[in-house]
């Protein structure tokens, strides 16, 4: 299951981007280099 940051970001309207910016941000990507987020857990 892949966490979508920027749909966080938008339900919680940005309350947590600078305190935890691993876990919210405005925009798309930042997963890693070329899809790494799809190798974890594999």
Do not use: C
């Not at 299951?1 to 339900?11: C, D, K, P, Q, T």
């Not at 600078?18 to 798309?28: F, K, L, N, R």
């Amino acid at each position: 299951m892949l966490f979508e940051r920027h749909i966080f970001h938008g339900l919680s309207e940005g309350r947590f981007d600078a305190e935890d910016p691993d876990v919210s941000q405005p925009t798309i990507g930042g997963s890693g280099p070329g899809g790494a987020h799809q190798s974890i857990g594999q």
